[in-house]
T-cell receptor, first 113, second 111 residues
Framework: AQSVTQPDIHITVSEGASLELRCNYS??????LFWYVQSPGQGLQLLLK??????LVQGIKGFEAEFKRSQSSFNLRKPSVHWSDAAEYFC???????????FGAGTTVTVRA | NAGVTQTPKFRVLKTGQSMTLLCAQD?????MYWYRQDPGMGLRLIHY???????AKGEVPDGYNVSRLKKQNFLLGLESAAPSQTSVYFC??????????FGQGTRLTVV
């Protein structure tokens, strides 16, 4: 069974500082990996996705993520956070043969001035 | 583009009442899902459908039923609501393993 772990429940970062959110997955087949963002009271918006190819993936809003198969990780990064990046972030895993996405518990990001 | 639309957006139920949540998508997606979101638990899959007329159980199906009579619609029913079903419910759709598109959510409170 596939599973996703986001070790950090809550991260506080200063505006302008860098951000890294961790995601580890457990999956028997080649995974499809996703990062979603959820602003308060909103639905989930896709930030980026990895299916195959280049292991460094660029997304929207200046985010990027790196797939490391040897570490079963797909960490999300942003070089300089903005106050509008305060939100909850979810990592998810799926595959071509398993259409269901499994989500991590989420990481809440607080941005301080 | 509407994408995925959920109705209603908010609802308060008394214990034992029933209700149906409606999800509609206009992207011609084969696969549709119902998730519930609870603090600290992420999104958990309730039921899903791989096509019109099909449904299957996810990881937390108890107390819920679903139907997919039309490809574009996926209904989630609560026959006898319980306080443990207080949650935010999200519908999503995709084309099989790919990016899932989400609705705006339904905030349900059972008192």
């Amino acid at each position: 069974a596939q599973s996703v772990t986001q070790p950090d429940i809550h991260i506080t970062v200063s505006e302008g500082a860098s951000l890294e959110l961790r995601c580890n997955y457990s999956y028997g087949a080649t995974p499809y990996l996703f990062w979603y963002v959820q602003s308060p009271g909103q639905g989930l918006q896709l930030l980026l996705k990895y299916f195959s190819g280049d292991t460094l993936v660029q997304g929207i809003k200046g985010f990027e993520a790196e797939f490391k198969r040897s570490q079963s990780s797909f960490n999300l990064r942003k070089p300089s956070v903005h106050w509008s990046d305060a939100a909850e972030y979810f990592c998810a895993v799926g595959s071509f043969n398993d259409y269901k996405l499994s989500f991590g518990a989420g990481t809440t990001v607080t941005v301080r001035a | 583009n509407a994408g995925v639309t959920q109705t209603p957006k908010f609802r308060v139920l008394k214990t034992g009442q029933s209700m149906t949540l409606l999800c509609a998508q206009d992207m011609n997606h084969e696969y549709m899902y119902w998730y519930r979101q609870d603090p600290g638990m992420g999104l958990r899959l309730i039921h899903y459908s791989v096509g019109e007329g099909t449904t299957a159980k996810g990881e937390v199906p108890d107390g819920y039923n679903v139907s997919r009579l039309k490809k574009q619609n996926f209904l989630l029913g609560l026959e006898s609501a319980a306080p443990s079903q207080t949650s935010v419910y999200f519908c999503a759709s995709n084309t099989g393993g790919g990016e899932a598109f989400f609705g705006q959510g339904t905030r349900l409170t059972v008192v």
